[in-house]
Nanobody, 122 residues
Framework: VQLQAFGGGLVQAGGSLRLSCAFS????????MAWFRQAPGKDREFVAS????????YYADSLQGRFTISRDNAKNTVYLQMDSLKPEDTAVYFC????????????????WGQGTLVTVSS
């Protein structure tokens, strides 16, 4: 499975951005997709995940209400809509795929995209 994330960029605080993650390969094996992020000098943290078949979603508690994960099964693409962005949302955002479990733990995801940088200015 190959993943490619895109859509990052520079946005002012309070603005919105939508990230996309397109994947290819053994897509029939996908159980869940997720977004993680890593800010400079910090550990990678869970943002949101979605069950590829049912659409069930999980969010980091601190982000629920501002971020929305969704999927387009026909396009093999997962999205992350980010609204009311804050400077502390600045990070490299990664999409990831799991063939076994839907979880908040990064080590459960076998496949990773290259990351896309989101910078929120104050």
């Amino acid at each position: 499975v190959q993943l490619q994330a895109f859509g990052g960029g520079l946005v002012q605080a309070g603005g919105s951005l939508r990230l996309s993650c397109a994947f290819s390969g053994r897509t029939a094996d996908i159980y869940a997709m997720a977004w993680f992020r890593q800010a400079p000098g910090k550990d990678r943290e869970f943002v949101a995940s979605i069950n590829w078949n049912t659409g069930l979603t999980y969010y980091a508690d601190s982000l629920q209400g501002r971020f929305t994960i969704s999927r387009d099964n026909a396009k093999n693409t997962v999205y992350l809509q980010m609204d009311s962005l804050k400077p502390e949302d600045t990070a490299v955002y990664f999409c990831a795929a799991s063939v076994t479990i839907m979880t908040r733990k990064s080590y459960h995801y076998e496949y990773w995209g290259q990351g896309t940088l989101v910078t929120v200015s104050s």
